[in-house]
């Protein structure tokens, strides 16, 4: 072909599979704009943001580049330094039933331990290595752990106020309380104290009580103070704010637990209608689904193993960007598959879409998993390095499971498939396939 018309021939066998690609990856990240934490959103737009510009680019400007510059490229030719993966997809296709096998056998036990995987919401118990870390450290060695927390309830009588601060203070690891009740007296009349001290405490509808706890940021035990404290002051008020580091993170968490499950299930549904879309088959994003989420639960459930604290921002984001970002090696592999599948049997059909998609899902998975464990390895803060690692594990994982499990489960289903894919033209064969996968 000439020139423009390989780029046309190539653009439109393309198009397809890389806005297929592009489209699972975007919605994998606007999934998270529908948490009520205002990062998800953030982050949703932005990553979704450069994906599409990434998408126009290599559509619109790499085939006007090429077409620019073939004469120079044709003169710097050399030989394909790429071996054949002929032989390894051989021997991916033997082991392609035991792999299977393994994967159903873990993918239970990994879902339910990346369920109970603990999760940390802030930055205190993660930055232990870092210059801030140490020196938070030091301080505490010397002058002790203290961790405020501020009490706003209604202004009502001082004898209620007294023994409410009563009760607050037999809650483990509060060590003291400075209410009005505790510090002055609620015997004394207001008018007897200066204007400055009594502002410290009341304004116009509000008692200001502050706790001083020895409690870390965030841990179980501080949570359960937290969620005493605020029990306690509803009991004898009905209204009360709570503020300071440990609240804070308590909060987070309350909204995260439920904003973790409303993205996940948004964006598998999303990706989901996307598959369905692009194949035209109710059964093939059930496949491609199950074999990323694997990867992913297999991925996040090894701190739960190795009983380690995941950050909640890495959880969420491996959660999203390696669905998104990872499946598009599914949907590559799955889609030579259909194409090679109108003209030859199943079991030749998966050996020649392996042969001919290995190379390039290797090349883009170890790029994704390369950038990961370089972050991890580079960078001082502990919650990226975390999330690092997390991405390129998860993509590590991921390329196995398409690459062992996703060929069993389409040539064990290939009836299925035909049958809940419109228009699938699958080749019929003379002699009867072996009904083995």
Same mark, same amino acid.
């Given at each position: 072909?000439?020139?423009?018309?390989?780029?046309?021939?190539?653009?439109?066998?393309?198009?397809? @599979? /890389?806005?297929?690609?592009? =489209?699972?990856?975007?919605?994998?990240? !606007?999934? &998270?704009?529908?948490? +009520?934490?205002?990062? %998800?959103?953030?982050?949703?737009?932005?990553?979704?943001?450069?994906?599409?510009?990434?998408?126009?680019?290599?559509?619109?400007?790499?085939?006007?580049?090429?077409?620019?510059?073939?004469?120079?490229?044709?003169?710097?030719?050399?030989?394909?330094?790429?071996?054949?993966?002929?032989?390894?997809?051989?021997?991916?296709?033997?082991?392609?039933?035991?792999?299977?096998?393994?994967?159903?056998?873990?993918?239970?036990?990994?879902?339910?331990?990346?369920?109970?995987?603990?999760?940390?919401?802030?930055?205190?118990?993660?930055?232990?290595?870092?210059?801030?870390?140490?020196? @938070? /450290?030091?301080?505490?060695? =010397?002058?002790?752990?203290?961790?405020? !927390?501020? &009490?706003?309830?209604? +202004?009502?009588?001082? %004898?209620?106020?007294?023994?409410?601060?009563?009760?607050?203070?037999?809650?483990?690891?509060?060590?003291?309380?400075?209410?009005?009740?505790?510090?002055?007296?609620?015997?004394?009349?207001?008018?007897?104290?200066?204007?400055?001290?009594?502002?410290?405490?009341?304004?116009?509808?509000?008692?200001?009580?502050?706790?001083?706890?020895?409690?870390?940021?965030?841990?179980?035990?501080?949570?359960?103070?937290?969620?005493?404290?605020?029990?306690?002051?509803?009991?004898?008020?009905?209204?009360?704010?709570?503020?300071?580091?440990?609240?804070?993170?308590?909060?987070?968490?309350?909204? /995260?637990?439920?904003?973790?499950?409303?993205?996940?299930?948004?964006?598998?549904?999303?990706?989901?209608?996307?598959?369905?879309?692009?194949?035209?088959?109710?059964?093939?994003?059930?496949?491609?689904?199950?074999?990323?989420?694997?990867?992913?639960?297999?991925?996040?459930?090894?701190?739960?193993?190795?009983?380690?604290?995941?950050?909640?921002?890495?959880?969420?984001?491996?959660?999203?960007?390696?669905?998104?970002?990872?499946?598009?090696?599914?949907?590559?592999?799955?889609?030579?598959?259909?194409?090679?599948?109108?003209?030859?049997?199943?079991?030749?059909?998966?050996?020649?879409?392996?042969?001919?998609?290995?190379?390039?899902?290797?090349?883009?998975?170890?790029?994704?998993?390369?950038?990961?464990?370089?972050?991890?390895?580079?960078?001082?803060?502990?919650?990226?390095?975390?999330?690092?690692?997390?991405?390129?594990?998860?993509?590590?994982?991921?390329?196995?499971?398409?690459?062992?499990?996703?060929?069993?489960?389409?040539?064990?289903?290939?009836?299925?498939?035909?049958?809940?894919?419109?228009?699938?033209?699958?080749?019929?064969?003379?002699?009867?396939?072996?009904?083995?996968?």
């Amino acid at each position: 072909h000439e020139p423009k018309e390989a780029m046309v021939l190539a653009m439109k066998r393309a198009v397809p @599979t /890389v806005a297929a690609s592009a =489209a699972t990856t975007v919605i994998g990240f !606007l999934a &998270l704009m529908f948490m +009520r934490f205002g990062i %998800g959103s953030d982050l949703g737009i932005h990553l979704a943001k450069g994906v599409v510009l990434s998408f126009l680019s290599v559509m619109v400007f790499l085939p006007a580049l090429t077409l620019a510059s073939y004469k120079r490229v044709e003169k710097s030719q050399h030989k394909n330094f790429v071996p054949s993966f002929n032989k390894v997809s051989r021997v991916l296709m033997k082991i392609r039933i035991p792999f299977l096998i393994l994967a159903l056998a873990i993918v239970i036990p990994s879902y339910l331990a990346q369920s109970n995987t603990n999760f940390l919401y802030g930055m205190g118990a993660a930055s232990a290595k870092t210059r801030a870390g140490q020196d @938070t /450290v030091l301080i505490e060695e =010397a002058f002790g752990r203290e961790n405020p !927390l501020v &009490l706003l309830v209604p +202004r009502e009588d001082s %004898g209620k106020e007294a023994e409410l601060s009563g009760r607050l203070e037999s809650i483990p690891h509060i060590t003291s309380v400075i209410s009005y009740a505790t510090a002055v007296g609620a015997e004394i009349p207001p008018q007897y104290v200066p204007q400055e001290v009594y502002d410290q405490f009341y304004s116009d509808h509000y008692t200001r009580i502050v706790l001083y706890t020895d409690a870390a940021d965030e841990s179980e035990q501080t949570f359960e103070m937290v969620q005493a404290v605020l029990d306690t002051a509803k009991e004898h008020y009905g209204t009360c704010y709570l503020t300071g580091q440990s609240a804070a993170l308590f909060d987070m968490r309350n909204v /995260v637990e439920v904003d973790t499950g409303i993205v996940n299930l948004a964006a598998v549904i999303g990706i989901f209608l996307v598959i369905l879309i692009t194949f035209r088959s109710i059964t093939m994003p059930i496949f491609l689904v199950f074999s990323i989420e694997t990867a992913i639960w297999i991925n996040l459930s090894i701190a739960y193993f190795t009983d380690n604290t995941l950050s909640f921002i890495g959880y969420l984001i491996i959660s999203t960007v390696q669905l998104g970002a990872t499946v598009d090696y599914a949907i590559l592999l799955s889609n030579h598959y259909l194409e090679d599948r109108k003209i030859m049997p199943k079991k030749e059909a998966m050996l020649k879409a392996l042969s001919e998609n290995l190379s390039a899902i290797l090349v883009s998975a170890g790029i994704l998993a390369a950038a990961g464990f370089t972050l991890a390895s580079t960078s001082g803060n502990q919650i990226v390095s975390e999330l690092g690692a997390l991405l390129g594990r998860g993509t590590i994982l991921s390329f196995v499971m398409v690459v062992c499990a996703l060929p069993a489960l389409l040539l064990i289903f290939d009836k299925v498939i035909e049958k809940t894919t419109i228009k699938s033209g699958f080749y019929k064969h003379k002699r009867r396939e072996n009904r083995g996968a």
